[in-house]
């Protein structure tokens, strides 16, 4: 395939002058579409001391910043090393970030990563936008914005690397959720907090900041709004329809759903619709939001590129044949027949060449069978050199292993449907017929309408797997063992129960401990229990050092040689009692640096990252019947010590898998879990939350709040019963210790309301509007003292500022709004007197929608039970039964008359409406209507029947 011919453009690295004039002359170049021609950039950044290609070489400065680009085996092009040369002269930053915006709008222009193509085949832009957020991060929204819907799978690596280095160094800062939310790509958004399949790199999602951080909520719903409507979210080539609200909000966290990324648009919206996050729907959250957007844009927020707009030229279908696929086609000739296969391929002409088609072992291949192919496997599918690749790793790789017949797909190339469908068959068996991976079908089969799934099972009938492939494939999914995973697989190789026959993996002693606990039939104990010994204890010892080593951000010591020791004795049975308590004492201080019992500490995270699961579960088998000596026990004494109740959802995930979302019966699990040491405290805690979180789980009947009604009478009827399980609910979370107490109050007023909650949630807010932290308290018992009424000085709220408000309206448990309907009438009154008059955001204290449905019921205007329905949110419907009462509580306050007229045109009925205008008339106050905006004088004259207002 011939390639453009390359244009040069000069620069000389340490001259002011000649950085600026190459910037500009490239940024001409991307406006005016001369930079690219049949999709690759043709421009050739040289040196003119030299001559030469730039290259790292021709640096002085910045060269650490290449770093992570070399780490990922790129080669760092010409406009990577003339931003990195440029940026160390500050004069010549608004040069480096306008030539940024060129390249970030040509991109959106394309949406193609297979039409942005630069040296070494790779794709222009986002290196050097990744080098530009390092300097200066206020411009890390760009590299976001770089990453169009439109990129070939096999475009993924390394570039999603890119914004998840940059949020491993910085965490969640405003800036890098800027990024994400000026990202189109929903893998790159999600890229960022995982950048791998696997969990064992995982960072804090998006959506488990918010919940720790509830001051960037509120910031983070208006930065959504901004972005939206400064620009709308590209589609993809396919043109799904897509919701962009919802689109960012699904890709917050990966919800525990680990097959959720295989589907579609609509697939994705309608497991997601009722899935709970910050008490409610995450559904709910969008379109609340999505509502609010849509009344003030003034077009569409989605959209098609202007490449396809426009009908440009250089369409997809006019592309050169990918590269990478002729080097498949080259890979298939070189197989025994290779030129009937390639035949087959091509025009679908039947061969016994393909039925005499034998297993192939990838690992084997030399590079000089099929030396494209044999470097398209060593760059995107072996991490460790293609003769690492196993036949069942290319398996559940193969959407990436056939990524360039899927282009062809994309672009719609004449048969490219029957020719994928042919590379399939030949693939398939080539690996040995295995069954596809369900991402096979989701991501490519279904999209591209290449065949219906029944046909594409009949099609491909599988081999009868081995134990050892289905322990590996288990091994690289260890979220989805459970004890019924292991029953399954006993039922399926009932023979197979020999350890020499298992994988070296961790997974395999799990599956062999739980053989040894439930006796299985045929099996030899006394082999298996020696499996074990040799194994276990060293798979634990590893597992755990591993996670520690994961936590080294944490840990500016590390764990010494002597501890790693204690720690090895103390797994393997040995060691003194002294050891064990030293070495808990160090994993608490290195795992817990801020608060021993919090579910957001690393320490928590390392049962939540499910690494640990296998060798959990093994523990838990072989303690449960006595077996394995002290190791499965004390590993079971370390996890309690450290992470208690995400230890006891842990084991009960492996008996009840979906506890969480189903209402599952877990009372079961109770006495087997304390015989194993769980104190019955921290049971007690633990089925409290369950019983909570199931009530509250959006959709569940007045069935699913039964347990949690009879724990809350018990806590009426005996207060020494409600502080001990006030204290372990603590010790579990302090935002469910404070849900439940307002449940409590909510079922029982007699029992008051805990105030502790309310002033956290006050301290949130002001610290969400204070720009000096050091105001925080100061200003925090300022207020307390007005608002109690031991003082009558409201300068307080001064220290807020001027502009709009955060944090009173956010749909989260620890939100002043949730508590101002609830609160004593005196205090709620001077609190609302203060907040409502600072500006119009600060009515959202009264229409927090939680806060309301927490209002009908402590009213009697609904049943506890209908919190989990969408009934307790109608405060504001012409049927409200409060309206009334709002208005009238409103209108006895001194409140500024001109935002209580904006709050009730923009959320009361019109009969509240008029009575407030006339009520104005009343008092000689129209006035105020000059300070509306001209849509809200419409609106508000269309309400009066058409009066002019100002007349």
């Not at 939540?608 to 394995?628: D, F």
């Not at 006495?671 to 569940?700: D, K, M, Y």
Request: charged share 20%; net charge negative; with cysteine.
């Amino acid at each position: 395939m011939t390639k453009p011919l390359l244009s040069p453009l000069w620069v000389q690295l340490d001259s002011s002058a000649s950085l600026a004039a190459a910037l500009a002359q490239y940024r001409q170049l991307l406006d005016s579409h001369q930079a690219f021609e049949g999709g690759r950039l043709i421009l050739d950044f040289r040196n003119a001391d030299n001559g030469q290609p730039l290259s790292v070489d021709d640096l002085t400065i910045n060269k650490p910043l290449l770093e992570r680009s070399l780490a990922l085996g790129l080669h760092p092009l010409g406009e990577t090393l003339l931003f990195a040369a440029a940026l160390v002269r500050a004069e010549l930053h608004q040069e480096v970030v306008a030539t940024a915006q060129a390249m970030v709008a040509y991109s959106r222009r394309v949406n193609d990563s297979a039409l942005l193509l630069a040296d070494h085949d790779q794709v222009f832009g986002a290196e050097a936008l990744y080098v530009l957020a390092r300097v200066l991060p206020q411009y890390s929204y760009l590299l976001g914005h770089f990453f169009t819907p439109s990129w070939d799978s096999h475009h993924y690596w390394p570039y999603r690397s890119f914004l998840y280095d940059l949020l491993k160094r910085k965490g969640w800062e405003r800036q890098l959720i800027q990024a994400y939310l000026w990202c189109d790509n929903g893998h790159f958004r999600r890229a960022m907090y995982a950048e791998l399949s696997d969990s064992a790199n995982r960072l804090p999602s998006l959506a488990q900041h918010l919940q720790e951080h509830p001051e960037d909520l509120g910031w983070f719903k208006d930065e959504l709004k901004r972005r939206l409507l400064a620009a709308p979210m590209l589609l993809s080539h396919r043109h799904e329809e897509l919701n962009p609200v919802l689109a960012l909000y699904q890709d917050l966290d990966s919800w525990d759903q680990p097959n959720l990324w295989h589907l579609d648009h609509q697939q994705q919206a309608t497991l997601l619709a009722h899935l709970p996050w910050l008490d409610l729907p995450l559904a709910h959250h969008a379109q609340q939001l999505l509502d609010s957007i849509l009344s003030e844009a003034q077009y569409p927020l989605t959209a098609i590129c202007e490449r396809e707009r426009q009908g440009w030229v250089q369409d997809k279908r006019e592309v050169e044949v990918p590269e990478a696929y002729l080097d498949l086609l080259t890979f298939v000739g070189s197989l025994p027949d290779g030129a009937a296969l390639q035949s087959y391929v091509e025009t679908g002409d039947n061969s016994p060449a393909l039925d005499n088609l034998a297993a192939f072992d990838f690992a084997a291949l030399e590079r000089e069978q099929a030396p494209g192919f044999y470097d398209y496997l060593d760059f995107w599918l072996a991490d460790e050199g293609v003769s690492s690749l196993t036949n069942q790793a290319l398996t559940e790789a193969a959407p990436l292993l056939l990524a360039a017949a899927e282009t062809r797909l994309e672009r719609g190339a004449p048969d490219a449907k029957d020719q994928y469908l042919r590379l399939l068959d030949i693939v398939h068996r080539l690996l040995g017929r295995p069954i596809w991976p369900q991402g096979l079908l989701e991501q490519v089969i279904k999209p591209y309408q290449l065949l219906e799934e029944d046909a594409f099972v009949a099609r491909y009938p599988a081999k009868p797997r081995s134990l050892m492939a289905d322990l590996c494939s288990l091994a690289e999914r260890p979220y989805q063992l459970s004890a019924q995973v292991l029953a399954r697989l006993l039922a399926e190789h009932p023979r197979e129960l020999a350890p020499a026959g298992f994988p070296d993996l961790p997974l395999a002693r799990t599956y062999g401990a739980y053989l040894l606990a439930k006796d299985a039939p045929g099996l030899d104990q006394e082999a298996m229990a020696s499996y074990l010994a040799q194994h276990l204890a060293g798979d634990l010892f590893q597992a755990v050092l591993a996670q520690l080593r994961c936590q080294d951000s944490h840990n500016d010591e590390g764990i010494s040689d002597a501890d790693q020791q204690r720690l090895a004795l103390y797994l393997a049975g040995e060691g003194q009692t002294s050891d064990a308590s030293h070495l808990k004492g160090q994993l608490l201080r290195w795992l817990h640096p801020e608060a021993p019992y919090s579910d957001q500490q690393p320490g928590y995270r390392l049962l939540a990252e499910a690494a640990l699961l296998p060798q959990l579960a093994a523990c838990y088998w072989l303690a449960g019947a006595g077996l394995g000596g002290q190791t499965p026990q004390r590993f079971l004494d370390l996890l309690l010590y450290l992470a208690p109740q995400y230890l006891i959802a842990s084991l009960v995930a492996l008996e009840c898998p979906g506890y969480q979302q189903q209402l599952l019966d877990i009372r079961h699990m109770g006495e087997p879990l304390l015989r194993l040491g769980v104190p019955r405290s921290q049971w007690s805690a633990f089925t409290a939350a369950t019983h909570l979180r199931q009530a509250l789980l959006p959709g569940n009947g007045p069935a699913a709040w039964q347990p949690l009604l009879a724990l809350l009478d018990n806590c009426a009827a005996s207060p020494p019963f409600a502080e001990a399980l006030f204290r372990g609910l603590g010790r579990r979370s302090e935002q469910r210790q404070w849900q439940f107490q307002l449940l409590l109050h909510l079922r029982h007023p007699q029992v008051p309301l805990a105030m502790a909650p309310f002033w956290r949630a006050l301290g949130h807010f002001i610290q969400a509007n204070l720009a000096d932290p050091d105001w925080v308290a100061p200003t925090l018992e300022a207020l307390r003292c007005y608002i109690e009424g031991q003082s009558d000085d409201d300068s307080a709220l001064k220290a807020l500022g001027q502009g709009p408000l955060a944090g009173l309206d956010q749909e989260h448990l620890l939100s002043p709004g949730h508590y101002f309907w609830l609160l004593p009438k005196a205090m709620a009154d001077r609190l609302a007197t203060l907040l409502l008059n600072h500006s119009l955001s600060g009515y959202q204290l009264v229409s927090a929608h939680q806060g309301l449905a927490y209002a009908r019921v402590h009213q009697g205007l609904l049943p506890l039970t209908a919190l989990s329905s969408d009934d307790a949110l109608g405060l504001y419907g012409e049927q409200s039964q409060n309206e009334e009462a709002l208005f009238e509580r409103l209108c006895a306050l001194p409140l500024r008359q001109d935002l209580l007229l904006r709050f009730a045109l923009r959320q009361l009925p019109a009969p509240q409406v008029r009575r407030l205008f006339y009520r104005l008339q009343e008092q000689d106050q129209t006035s105020v209507l000059e300070t509306l905006s001209i849509a809200e004088q419409d609106k508000l004259a269309g309400l009066m029947e058409g009066w002019s207002l100002l007349a």
